[in-house]
DNA sequence: CGTACATTGAACCGATCAGTTAATTAACCA
DNA sequence: TGGTTAATTAACTGATCGGTTCAATGTACG
């Protein structure tokens, strides 16, 4: 995997068990434990998976007493919004060019 | 890696070389040889990369003669737009906190 | 027909990934 | 002090990644 911030925020995100432990995040900080507990894997792959969000900036990790409480950041979230904002553009075309063809085919049978 | 559509569209994005060829035909479809122009890898490593894209969806490809052009396609970049978009409210949460905070610094001073 | 061009396929390589189990660190608690 | 709990580290595995080179395919063109 490339080494630059923005693909190695990519990469972090392309796991749907990372996503997962970013979406219970959103809604609070949350030990190594709670964050295992909705899924089937060992204690050290979530670990792991905490590691490479970490490494991403999209978590950092706290500490009280044994726990390690994680904390979602959102600057790279929003360095993935911005990056896709550019494609912004590229969306709307997108609709109209789809919009465009909707209406040819709807008045296909107008004038035969 | 995962093979959920978004997990594979993250992927596909997880590396500089693709979101370049990404950022390329964002302004008009083009052939395998231009997309490769601007890099010192083999043609193949390309042509990898190009696949890579496709089965994320992120481009289609054509066929004129003995060239195979390529072109964006928007659905996978809305997905991610869709997908960072519920981290909105994360983000205006972490912003307000952030002027909260400067706020506080910034009269610190007044009320000794 | 034969040759040149655009692209892909096949086989290979070293690096990284996602998971495991077992051992280790670190803090609390009785 | 010794035991329990939370979490990480270490070592290993099989799979995948990103790149290479060389060969094959398919199309145009003289």
Same mark, same amino acid.
């Given at each position: 995997?490339?080494? $630059?911030? !923005?693909?190695? *925020?990519? &990469?972090? %995100?392309?796991? #749907?068990?990372?996503?997962? +432990?970013?979406?219970?995040?959103?809604?609070?900080? &949350?030990? *190594?434990?709670?964050?295992?507990?909705?899924?089937?894997?060992?204690? #050290?792959? *979530?670990?792991?998976?905490?590691?490479? %969000?970490?490494?991403?900036? !999209? +978590?950092?990790?706290?500490?009280?007493?044994?726990?390690?409480?994680?904390?979602?950041?959102?600057?790279? %979230?929003?360095? *993935?919004? @911005?990056?896709?904002?550019?494609?912004?553009?590229?969306? @709307? $075309?997108?609709?109209?060019?789809? @919009? @465009?063809?909707?209406?040819?085919?709807?008045?296909?049978?107008?004038? #035969?």
């Amino acid at each position: 995997m490339a080494n $630059d911030q !923005l693909s190695v *925020v990519f &990469a972090a %995100l392309a796991d #749907p068990t990372r996503r997962a +432990i970013l979406a219970r995040l959103a809604e609070g900080e &949350a030990t *190594v434990g709670e964050l295992a507990e909705p899924f089937e894997m060992s204690l #050290p792959a *979530v670990s792991k998976h905490l590691r490479v %969000l970490e490494r991403a900036g !999209l +978590i950092t990790r706290g500490r009280n007493a044994q726990w390690r409480p994680c904390r979602l950041q959102a600057a790279p %979230l929003r360095q *993935v919004a @911005d990056w896709v904002g550019n494609y912004q553009q590229f969306f @709307d $075309d997108s609709y109209r060019r789809l @919009d @465009d063809y909707l209406d040819r085919i709807r008045h296909q049978g107008d004038t #035969p």
